[in-house]
């Protein structure tokens, strides 16, 4: 694993082993006439590395690989910097980069205008020590932020700390300010950085064979050119740029694109691992070969950082991933020079920097109480219940249950034919499988069964195992910027 610094608390069983912590290496300017560096999907080329790694692919493949990753050194020089805490935390950012791409995809995809030198998209990914967790955690571009003292890296002036939009740090002063600014807001130390443009990402998309994606509501960005009618959809590359950059799809702008932008990573990541691509030495060569070239990372996330998180990994899956966005405060901050930001909770932000910096499930900072979110609304939801055992009144509390809860009930529970039964079944047409699986998530430990021609009705069949019904609700990624989402719960599946 990458080096971290000494915590003071006290020491966990560790899954993969600890090494020596190296000084950090002097940067320097670029060699005259060097190709300016095209920066992108090397996040995704790093997390194909680790799961190459996590297949028992060796040294030497992945060394040729991390021999192309153009380098950046985002911590030089730096002081005074938060304590690390367990696990590791990746800065992941998404800069325009419009320029790498032709007048003809440009108009296509409504990138015109001149790129804005900045950071569209700005996470932290948080690697549990155990290897067994991924935290994922959205900071708004248009964050209100203090920068630290430093030099702007285009006038070479010299700048004390100054209020701006979190994105604009990137203009100012590039990685390195970047990682300053965000620690400085959320005390969490960052140890590794990667950063990827437009093109990267639609050069990716594209050599995976696409992301399915579902979505429940029309989407329509005149912005964008964003235009998906309620269903199934794959996405390719271009597409999925205009999904993930859309911000006039609902009124809820950023928020709403950032929660999109966190559905698609987790379809990309199921993608990327269920359909056997990066496991195939000749695949994976191919698509290394079609996204290398195009990403920045710094200098500390070499080969044997890559190979040792790689095998530590090896049963990582999108259930293994979590998602949330910085909770934010209900008032909007107009600051001249810069317009509108948006400002922080303490309370609840804190809360979500903390789990970070002590390693905890970021699932734990919410109410015990909150609904979980479903791909389908209950309200669309037609459920008849049947009593599956002989205990009296078991199907009339289901059903209330199910009732209270937003399901569309037909208050007319019956007896099943089968009395015997142990565990509770959802019975539904393989047409409604969405709204199965949100049927399913109310009941918890229930079992998912199809039945062909059954119709648009779904079956509860409550068995000797029932205890309660779980409040659920529809996914609304624009009108609730907090709340943690699990990856295998933003699929289709």
């Not at 001149?114 to 067994?132: G, L, Q, Y």
């Not at 409604?432 to 430990?445: C, E, N, Q």
């Not at 000797?464 to 529809?474: M, N, Q, S, T, Y």
Request: aromatic content about 4%; glycine content about 10%.
């Amino acid at each position: 694993m990458s080096p971290l610094p000494a915590s003071s608390r006290s020491p966990r069983p560790r899954t993969a082993p600890q090494r020596r912590p190296q000084p950090p290496r002097e940067g320097g300017p670029k060699p005259p006439g060097r190709r300016r560096p095209r920066r992108g999907g090397r996040a995704v080329t790093t997390l194909s590395v680790l799961v190459l790694a996590s297949a028992g692919i060796g040294h030497a493949v992945v060394s040729s690989l991390d021999a192309g990753i153009d380098r950046v050194d985002p911590f030089r020089d730096m002081k005074n910097r938060p304590e690390a805490g367990h696990g590791t935390n990746i800065l992941l950012v998404g800069t325009d980069g419009r320029e790498e791409l032709g007048a003809r995809e440009r108009r296509k995809y409504r990138l015109g205008g001149a790129p804005c030198n900045c950071t569209d998209t700005i996470m932290i990914v948080h690697i549990s020590e155990d290897r067994e967790r991924a935290s994922v955690v959205s900071l708004p571009r248009d964050s209100y932020a203090m920068t630290p003292a430093h030099t702007d890296q285009v006038s070479g002036e010299e700048h004390e700390g100054h209020p701006v939009k979190l994105n604009a740090a990137y203009a100012e002063g590039g990685p390195q300010l970047t990682v300053r600014t965000v620690e400085k807001m959320t005390r969490v130390k960052i140890d590794h950085y990667l950063e990827l443009d437009f093109t990267s990402f639609m050069k990716t998309v594209d050599v995976v064979g696409g992301v399915e994606l579902c979505t429940s509501e029309p989407l329509k960005d005149s912005h964008t050119g964003l235009d998906l009618p309620a269903g199934r959809h794959t996405l390719e590359g271009g597409e999925a740029l205009q999904y993930v950059r859309a911000r006039h799809v609902d009124g809820a702008a950023d928020l709403s694109r950032i929660r999109r932008q966190q559905h698609f990573m987790a379809a990309l990541v199921d993608r990327a691992t269920s359909s056997g691509i990066l496991l195939n030495p000749m695949k994976f060569r191919d698509v290394t070969r079609a996204v290398l070239g195009s990403v920045r990372a710094d200098k500390g996330f070499g080969t044997d950082e890559m190979l040792d998180l790689g095998r530590a990994m090896r049963t990582f899956s999108p259930a293994s991933s979590e998602f949330t966005t910085v909770p934010l405060g209900t008032a909007v901050r107009t600051v001249k020079g810069i317009g509108s930001t948006v400002k922080w909770d303490p309370e609840k932000s804190e809360n979500i920097f903390r789990a970070l910096r002590e390693d905890e499930p970021l699932s734990a900072q919410s109410s015990p109480d909150a609904a979980r979110r479903v791909p389908v609304d209950p309200r669309q939801i037609r459920v008849q219940v049947e009593n599956g055992t002989e205990t009296k009144g078991l199907g009339r509390r289901v059903d209330a249950a199910l009732a209270a809860t937003g399901f569309r009930t037909t208050n007319v529970p019956v007896n099943a034919a089968d009395r015997s039964v142990e565990r509770t079944v959802v019975a539904y047409d393989p047409r409604w499988d969405r709204s199965a699986k949100s049927l399913a998530a109310a009941l918890p430990g229930s079992e998912l069964r199809a039945v062909n021609g059954q119709g648009a009705t779904l079956k509860v069949i409550a068995g000797g195992d029932f205890e309660k019904v779980r409040k659920v609700r529809a996914r609304d990624p624009g009108k609730d910027e907090f709340g943690v989402v699990r990856g295998d719960e933003v699929g289709c599946s």
